[in-house]
């Protein structure tokens, strides 16, 4: 069982996100959806493994998918569907996989709910054009969809449609074991605890363990962080992380943050 009763699903399903654009190479734009999109996947089952940053070149964006789609369950693009000649992304998919691309009149029906037929541009129907075989991914706020192809799912990199979008692909895909944490801050220097957390980490294969320092009022601390899908395994991790602290002499210097 996993916490608040949950049966464990004994399976490990992973992702990977390609973010898609030069102006995010270019530091013109900051990227404010892979925070997002690692909360979401954790908290549903989902483990984000590999995070690639691309530009609009075609080739570089085929070759991620292409890696990453045979690598992970899933594979979640966000940037590059818009209405400008730079919007290569949907092109680039559909190469990736060997399909055509054309316009869809699926997802100009959705755009009709926002567009008049004499706002249906030709820039607004390159939005429309979708690889063969791909479901559409519904958008709530423009009506524009993106879509998923196999166990791709591209998306808009404008965070707020992102997440609609994130949100409304969400019931398709397969979970498994919702990757479970908890955090031991210790107000001391990370070299006074990493000889006890390696020699804890020894004993659990099955948790996994970091240290992340901080600096906080003038003091030096580390977080020690520990993450299962077995929540047996990590509390059994985490007694025998305390025990070795307290037989460093470290307990006095412990907060211990409640299970995420």
Request: proline share 3%.
């Amino acid at each position: 069982m996993t916490s608040g009763g949950e049966k464990s699903t004994g399976k490990t399903i992973t992702a990977a996100v390609v973010v898609i654009g030069d102006e995010i190479l270019s530091g013109r734009t900051k990227d404010q959806n892979i925070g997002v999109i690692a909360d979401h996947l954790t908290a549903i089952g989902i483990q984000l493994r590999e995070v690639r940053i691309v530009g609009d070149d075609e080739t570089e964006i085929v070759e991620a998918v292409n890696s990453l789609r045979a690598a992970h369950n899933y594979v979640f693009t966000t940037g590059g569907i818009g209405p400008t000649h730079d919007d290569i992304t949907a092109d680039s998919i559909a190469a990736a996989f060997g399909v055509g691309i054309d316009i869809d009149e699926r997802a100009v029906e959705q755009m009709r709910a926002r567009y008049d037929e004499d706002k249906l541009t030709e820039a607004r129907l390159r939005m429309a054009r979708i690889p063969h075989g791909a479901e559409l991914v519904y958008n709530s706020i423009s009506m524009t969809p993106g879509f998923k192809l196999e166990n791709v799912i591209v998306m808009a990199g404008v965070p707020a449609i992102m997440r609609v979008m994130l949100e409304a692909v969400t019931p398709q895909l397969e979970r498994g074991d919702k990757m479970l944490s908890r955090t031991i801050r210790v107000m001391q220097p990370e070299g006074d605890v990493a000889p006890g957390l390696s020699a804890v980490q020894g004993e659990f294969d099955g948790v996994a363990m970091g240290s992340y320092p901080f600096f906080e009022k003038g003091t030096l601390g580390t977080n020690l962080v520990l993450r299962s899908t077995d929540p047996d395994q990590l509390e059994q991790a985490l007694k025998a992380l305390l025990a070795r602290l307290q037989e460093d002499g470290l307990l006095d210097h412990v907060l211990l943050e409640d299970e995420a």
